[in-house]
């Protein structure tokens, strides 16, 4: 049976920021106006869906977004409908607002919403779309973390950061022949550490995936010294721990459905390298200099072919699929799967064995 004729479609962004978002949203409306629909785009994420803030999209507003960074709709990593808090006497209460996701959907007489985001967005869709609304995902995240894509958007940039901080704490580690450490982001997945450390030339690279000895470290460090190369760099994960140890925490924010927040594993590193080597040591935090910025030209491309394929997907009526780079290809997989599991780095990653053959230690014997 032919698909029902879409007239009128919402596009938002969850979660976290960061580069190309602006160029999927450009990727979406420019060819959704020209096929004769109308654009809504929703603000600050599932937020904007469930307090009813949103605003039409015509040319003029996707016009010379390619390259910007950020979100021209602003984005939240709060906004859960199905887990939505509330603070009631000073205590916050978790409450479903979900009914009014919905009655928003029907009142703006949309047909479907493009949601770009990241595990949690599609967590999110996925239960819209068990409700009845009709939804196609664009996977982002600088952390790369979705299985069901070769690479999310965003992920580019972030790895082009990490390799341009390290370039510039080669110059200075050199010349003070020091150690230099620098956290990176990527939640529970190595991927940023892994590749902004292969592109940046880390000596020592610390993922999640992959839980370090100390005494590792110290040899790996010492040992470079001992060979007259008088200074390291030490890329570490934010989630990365010790085989004896745990991640580290910077914080707990309740009213994300993931409280935790990472942080100050670089700190630490930094402390444990100079205690027990001797080394002078420092260390850097990138922190969200990772996912500010303007997309690098592979980041543009991709969210473009993205963008353009989502809503070729949403005017076909398949609903419940998000839009994969498998290859060279944009395909489409279901939502609930894309959702079913997070990508890790494994030990027999290219990456890996790459880094490993041009003498990159990732703190352990075993590999
Ligand atoms: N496993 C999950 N199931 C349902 N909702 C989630 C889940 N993880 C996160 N969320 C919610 O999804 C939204 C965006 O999640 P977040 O992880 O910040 O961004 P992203 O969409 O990039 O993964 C937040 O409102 C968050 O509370
Ligand atoms: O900006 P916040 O809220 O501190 O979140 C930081 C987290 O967001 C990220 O930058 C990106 O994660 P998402 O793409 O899943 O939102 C992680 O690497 C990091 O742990
Ligand atoms: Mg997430």
């Known amino acids: 049976m032919p698909s029902k004729k879409i007239k009128r479609v919402g596009i938002l962004t969850g979660g976290g920021d ?27 994420g599932f937020e ?41 006497d000073g205590k916050i209460k978790i409450i479903n607002r979900s009914k009014e996701a919905m009655r928003n959907y029907d009142a703006w007489n949309l047909d479907a919403i493009i949601a770009i985001g990241g595990d949690g967005t599609m967590h999110i869709s996925h239960q819209l779309s068990q409700m009845g609304m009709n939804v196609v995902g664009v996977p982002k995240t600088i952390d790369n973390d979705l299985d069901a894509t070769d690479l999310t958007f965003g992920h580019d940039s972030a790895v082009y950061v990490v390799a341009e901080a390290l370039d510039r704490l080669h110059t200075t580690a050199s010349s003070h022949h020091r150690v230099m450490v620098i956290e990176v982001m990527g939640r529970y997945a190595g991927w940023i550490a892994l590749n902004g450390g292969l592109a940046g030339g880390a000596d020592v690279i610390l993922i999640p995936e992959i839980p370090f000895d100390w005494e590792a470290i110290y040899d790996k460090v010492l040992m470079r010294n001992m060979m007259g190369k008088r200074f390291s760099i030490v890329c570490v994960a ?61 980041d543009r491309i991709l969210s473009t072919k993205f963008g353009t394929q989502a809503i070729q997907l949403a005017i076909k009526g398949q609903f419940g699929k998000m839009v994969a780079l498998k290859g060279n290809e944009i395909k489409s997989v279901r939502i609930v799967d894309a959702i079913a599991k997070q990508k890790l780095v ?13 003498g990159v230690c990732f703190g352990t014997k075993d590999l």
């Open 18 to 44: 960061c580069p190309g978002l602006n160029a999927v949203i450009r990727g979406v409306t420019k060819p959704a106006l020209d096929n004769g629909l109308t654009v809504l785009g929703i603000l600050d």
């Open 346 to 358: 494994k030990k027999t990653d290219q990456g890996v064995l790459a880094a490993k053959a041009v």
């Open 238 to 298: 934010e989630g990365a721990k010790s085989k004896d140890g745990t991640m580290i925490m910077k914080g707990k924010d309740i009213k994300r459905t993931d409280p935790i927040q990472l942080g100050g594993i670089g700190e630490y590193v930094a402390k444990k390298i100079s205690e027990n080597t001797g080394l002078e040591t420092r260390y850097t935090v990138l922190g969200h200099l990772q996912r500010g910025g303007s997309p690098t030209p592979f």
């Open 48 to 88: 904007g869906l469930v307090e009813g803030k949103a605003m039409e999209l015509y040319n003029k507003d996707v016009s010379g977004i390619l390259a910007t960074g950020g979100t021209i709709l602003g984005s939240s990593n709060k906004g859960d409908p199905f887990h939505w808090p509330e603070e009631v």
